[in-house]
């Protein structure tokens, strides 16, 4: 099983399937543009072309819609819009978005199209490489809409244009929250050095949206089959958000510790021991996740989300790392990749050190032996 970032489907039929290892879509010839489906998505009409396709969802009442078109068809995001939109008959006054570098389209459908009353969502924007414009949207009966408004959101922040894009969050928490505010000052002690670092006084409450919004998906999937693949979705989807929001810390915290570090092991160390001495503490939210933004500002934190922070920093830092997740422990620990000795789980032939954020004086490859059975284990990997 490779990595999230190349499991691209490539659509040539409508017999296409997904992989089961999250419902990635991506197009043959289209480098890098990928959706990161709700699971339950599939293909029910495509035109022989391949560049009309339109999906829908066995777990919610939901559609999506994709359109490719050529490039220099349209001069503007704004104008593939307007056309794509008079094409289908729908009335909506789209905004512009700025999203990876570029003047996006966003609309939100509220009326009478495609033979009902509908509410969703609709994106345009310029693919890289001249490879042509955009048209995506998703949509569902207006009678369904209150309770699918949080799975149609995810679903176009699940839309990746480019390598970037798997590392930042997406248009509809762009459009949703324009703002990440001033850059803040704020001090970390790790290994009993002071390091001066900044944060965007708004990611805080930006990715505590995505959090909880997310964490609402997750749970329409609680009696699902595809419980698994949405729990490995849900935290793919935090990470994605959350990385570019720690881009300052990472590189202050790097440039801070590895003077002081043999080789990568043992930076890691120094991050891992610093998270199992935080204060501990269960997130008074509905998704009892602490954002990585609220840790590094001394609020308190437990397994998952510390998990997740050791990752995303760790990736900043070129590691190759997961987070395991356990539904039978009610439990996560980091994983990253490397030559120490130490207990280990393999995935896709690679060895990964375990980490365990809140046992404290414990070093990568300690596990407790009541835990050490990977197949009780969900691993979820990153780009």
Same mark, same amino acid.
């Given at each position: ?47 022989? @072309? +391949? $560049?009309? #396709? !339109?999906?829908?969802?066995? %777990? ?7 359109r490719i078109y050529n490039y220099g068809k349209y001069g503007s995001s704004r104008r593939c819009m307007d056309d794509s939109l008079s094409r289908l ?101 790790? @290994? +009993? $050095?002071? #390091? !001066?670092?900044?944060?965007? %006084? ?102 998952d989300s510390r998990s997740m922070l050791l990752a995303i920093l760790l990736t900043h830092m070129n590691q190759d790392t997961v987070i395991f997740i ?26 990964y050190l375990m980490g365990e954020t809140t046992g404290k004086g414990l070093t990568w490859g300690k596990i407790s032996s009541d835990m050490d059975n ?10």
């Amino acid at each position: 099983m490779t990595s999230t970032k190349k499991i691209f489907i490539i659509i040539f039929f409508l017999a296409a399937v997904f992989s089961s290892y999250g419902e990635r879509l991506g197009l043959k010839g289209y480098q890098d543009f990928t959706i990161d489906f709700p699971e339950g998505f599939y293909v029910y009409d495509m035109t022989s @072309d +391949g $560049k009309s #396709i !339109q999906l829908v969802s066995d %777990e919610h009442p939901v559609n999506a819609l994709l359109r490719i078109y050529n490039y220099g068809k349209y001069g503007s995001s704004r104008r593939c819009m307007d056309d794509s939109l008079s094409r289908l008959g729908i009335k909506a006054i789209p905004v512009e978005v700025d999203w990876r570098n570029q003047k996006c389209s966003f609309a939100v459908l509220s009326g009478t199209f495609f033979n009902g009353e509908h509410k969703g969502y609709a994106m345009t924007f310029t693919l890289p490489y001249d490879k042509g414009s955009i048209f995506f949207m998703t949509w569902c009966s207006k009678d369904k809409a209150a309770a699918c408004d949080n799975i149609m959101a995810s679903t176009m922040d699940s839309v990746c244009i480019d390598t970037g894009s798997y590392y930042e969050e997406g248009i509809f928490t762009k459009w949703k929250y324009p703002d990440r505010g001033q850059l803040v000052n704020i001090e970390l002690n790790i @290994d +009993g $050095k002071k #390091i !001066q670092t900044k944060l965007f %006084e708004n990611d805080d409450t930006i990715n505590r949206y995505l959090v909880e919004r997310e964490y609402q998906v997750l749970l329409t999937y609680s009696k699902s089959t595809k419980w698994k693949e949405a729990w490995q979705r849900y935290y793919r989807m935090i990470f994605k958000d959350t990385y570019k929001r720690l881009r300052i810390p990472a590189f202050d915290i790097y440039n801070a510790l590895i003077p002081y570090c043999d080789d990568d092991t043992a930076l890691a160390q120094k991050l891992l021991t610093w998270t199992q001495n935080m204060v501990y503490e269960r997130e008074k939210t509905v998704s009892d996740f602490a954002t990585a933004n609220s840790i590094l500002m001394g609020g308190g934190s437990d397994c998952d989300s510390r998990s997740m922070l050791l990752a995303i920093l760790l990736t900043h830092m070129n590691q190759d790392t997961v987070i395991f997740i356990s539904k039978e422990f009610s439990h996560a620990m980091a994983g990253f990749v490397s030559t120490h000795p130490g207990h280990s789980f393999t995935v896709d032939g690679k060895k990964y050190l375990m980490g365990e954020t809140t046992g404290k004086g414990l070093t990568w490859g300690k596990i407790s032996s009541d835990m050490d059975n990977q197949s009780k284990w969900i691993t979820v990997q990153f780009p």
